[in-house]
């Protein structure tokens, strides 16, 4: 197949072998499953060996912290081609296999991405290489028996721009009974480069998450897994891609459940002005942009080294300018057999064009943390600096992402009425209070107000009938567990973005960032966090109150506003319910309401009045 052959979907969606061999195989594949079951010998903690189209992978037996179940993990598998030479900046293509057994005992690199000092546990550059696209899994010793263990596949990353699943230990998850598949995927410029043709099509990265969505279809049987019960779960970048796929019509099948967590992809920042103006800006960086063809382009930037590209997407990326990123785009200049996003995610979700599957959605109370952190060290230089840098760099900078243009009629009321809303009533001199404001800016522009548009969206089609939606926000606090996660000291105690995966993912994951274990209020959580996610993957809805973990999680319905929140209270008794339904002054939280309509109603309305305007 050729780098942007017009036969990429077909040949991804036909079967590897004719109809009459494939059936062979199955008859023989499946009296010697039945023969090895038999005998028990289909693994064993000696041996823990799979065989596949691709070949004989063999994983590791590792076991939950406390010691009560063995999960056979199988770390980094290609599942693709190397992405490089001549397929850098291609679709991704299938995996030849290998000829030998495969050790699968440790996590492949992570794919090109920034340093981020705020999060200590992203990859290194020496741990990242071009040659990323590796999948893993985690199954139950038990489940490699059967085929009927419920299965998730987890994408992360942060803005599409950095992240690594090998920053997830999922034995503890895997342990709820459930085959748990995380994916690595191309990000920045080497995933979402696009100059809006055939040539540089754009969309890698969520090319190569359907390849592996693809790839698992195939081949997660062999694990004990249930092709017919398959979650996509996304956090952050991960949570837009899994929207993305839901709105994509060649994902049909591929998935049964949804789970969209601290995520958006009618997020502000996910509205880039142009990906190809932006990819067009890397390449003029580089000196690849002196003919305006594409394949000199490419060919130009298929000759540079991956440090080269990689200083040129920073020089952008640190720039702040966050309108003009390269991001998921929306392809309707392909054919139409090669389009991914034909539609606007946001239009097609209005129209119900998206696969309606029970939905499980939700935020962290104080998301916005990871932004502040990036100035943090402005509070030791006092208030005034604070506030300056507030009101000059960061209003514009959202405003900007917006789609409010600096010439615009409406620039200045908008900005004053930002000010007014999240700066003038902080008393002078009060740094940790215009902190706080700047926290709540945060929250609310980039997480709180994108989440529930989408989620009145989503849950104007799903209704019981066709898939619910289930919504919660997460409001577990640790003194030093957001400190940890993200390198800020002593001036954050809420509960900050990606917090609640350290609860999802359990104690191996808590070991790796905090160097501690759960206390056992934490570890109380933590258990049934997992449950609940493993009950919607096994049911397609959490039955909370079959557990005494609190109120019923009923679906959610827009006029009630009726989420859970979940949090446990370490001065409460060992048995208290961590789940409840939000007290009336939370729902009708007057301010909070007005901050998310101003966002979500106000400024798009005078956006809108703006462009007729100007024209």
Known sequence: MGAAGNSLFSDWSTPIMSARIRAVVFLLVRLVFVINSVQGVVVNAQDPTVTLRQGTLKGIKLYTADARMSVIAYLGIPY?????????????????GWDRVFFAGSFGPACPQPYEPLVPSVA?????????????????????????????????????????????????????GL??????????VFGFFSLEDSEARGNLGLLDQYLALLWVRENIAYFGGDIKSITLMGHSAGAASAVYHMVSPKTAGLFHKVIIMSGSAISPWMKTRSVSQASRSIARSLGCLSINETRPILKCMRDKSTSELMRAFETQYRDGNWTDLVLPVVDTYLPDIEQYLPRDPIKAIEDGMYHRVPILTGVTSHEGAISIARWSDLIAQGFTNLRHLFVNAIIPSVMHMYGFASGMSSVPEIRTL???????????????????????????????????????????????????????????????????????????????????????????????????????????????????????????????????????????????????????????????????IPSTSEVNDVAARYRISLWNELLPKMHNLSVILEQ
Request: hydrophobic share 35%.
């Open 418 to 580: 930002l000010e007014w809303q999240y700066v003038d009533n902080i008393p002078s001199g009060d740094a940790h209070a215009l902190l706080s404001k700047i926290l709540d800016f945060f929250t609310d522009s980039q997480y709180r107000a994108p989440y529930e548009l989408q989620l009145q969206l989503l849950t104007k089609h799903n209704t019981e009938q066709v898939g619910s939606t289930y919504a919660y926000q997460f409001e577990q606090t640790s003194p030093d567990l957001y400190s940890k996660m993200v390198n800020i000291t002593g001036m954050f105690q809420g509960c900050g973005h990606g917090q609640e995966l350290i609860y999802l993912f359990g104690p191996a994951l808590m070991q790796q960032v905090t160097g501690r274990r759960f206390t056992p209020n934490e570890d109380r959580l933590s258990v049934i966090v997992r449950r609940l996610w493993a009950e919607f993957m096994r049911l397609g809805h959490p039955t909370a109150n079959s557990y005494g973990y609190g109120v019923p999680w009923k679906r959610y319905v827009p006029e009630q506003v009726n989420y859970v929140v979940i949090k446990s209270d370490p001065n409460l008794p060992p048995q208290q319910p961590v789940l409840r």
């Open 124 to 176: 290194s550059v020496s741990q990242q290489d071009e040659n990323c696209l590796f999948l893993n899994i985690w199954t139950p010793e038990i489940s490699l028996n059967y085929r009927n263990t419920p299965v998730v596949v987890f994408l992360e990353g942060e803005g599409f721009v950095s992240g690594t699943p090998s920053r997830f230990p999922a034995q503890d998850l895997a342990a709820e």
């Open 80 to 96: 693709a081609t190397p992405p490089t030479g001549t397929l850098r900046f291609a679709p991704p293509q299938r995996h030849a």
């Open 179 to 188: 085959v748990v598949v995380s994916v690595n995927y191309r990000m920045n």
